[in-house]
């Protein structure tokens, strides 16, 4: 199994352009998530996802949309990019099931706002 | 404001020895935690969890510590090897909301041989 797999590994965006980053898993996990990682300050939440067609926002939501058609993929869109998103995003997914809380996280995208 | 705070950055310690990573908490409400271990250029990996109705978990060479009354948790790592040298995130979440995890800022283990 692949997991959770994202795609790029990298992208350089410039202030204002919009791009979506690709989130995958194959462990048919209903809940899905995406952080940001910033030094110092560990990951925080930006949006969630219970299942196909149901998001929510996490703690860090501004600037971001999600839409969750299948339950194998989560993208994540930047609307307008600004430098204040540079960061290390972290697709992740977990089983609703007795292990509920461990997330099961992607290798990252690393996005520079310049 | 911070909810799970890792108070040291780094910490170096040699092959062999113990390794006592800690980490805070401020919410009463957290009721299960976790430690993640991540490498370089890779996602965190789960390595320990332990639920507030217990006070110790062991896993193998990775043992953590809940002091509720404190607020305060520890991962203890027995003996120390160079492949755990990595960041270890601290995380918290409340009730059955999995999804979210609150973590601590890391610390950075550096396991000397």
């Known amino acids: ?114 | 404001d911070q909810q799970v705070k890792q108070n040291s950055p780094s910490l170096s310690v040699q092959e062999g020895r113990i390794s006592i990573l800690n980490c805070d908490y401020t919410n009463s409400m957290f009721d299960y935690f976790l430690w993640y271990k991540k490498y370089p250029a890779e996602g965190p990996t789960f390595l320990i969890s332990i639920s507030s109705i217990k006070d110790k978990n062991e896993d193998g060479r990775f043992t953590v510590f809940l002091n509720k009354s404190a607020k305060h948790l520890s991962l203890h790592i027995v003996p120390s090897q160079p492949g755990d040298s990595a960041v270890y995130f601290c995380a918290a979440s409340k009730g059955n909301a999995g999804n979210m995890l609150t973590f601590g800022g890391g610390t950075r283990l550096m396991v000397k041989p």
């Open chain 1, 1 to 114: 199994n692949a997991g959770v797999t994202q795609t790029p590994k990298f992208q350089v965006l410039k202030t204002g352009q919009s791009m979506t980053l690709q989130c995958a898993q194959d462990m048919n996990h209903e809940y899905m998530s995406w952080y940001r990682q910033d030094p110092g300050m560990g990951l925080r939440l930006i949006h969630y996802s219970v299942g196909a067609g149901i998001t929510d926002q996490g703690e860090v939501p501004n600037g971001y949309n999600v839409s969750r058609s299948t339950t194998e993929d989560f993208p994540l869109r930047l609307l307008s990019a600004a430098p204040s998103q540079t960061s290390v995003y972290f697709c992740a997914s977990r089983d609703p099931g007795p292990r509920r809380h461990e997330q099961y996280f992607g290798p990252g995208t690393r996005l520079t706002v310049t």
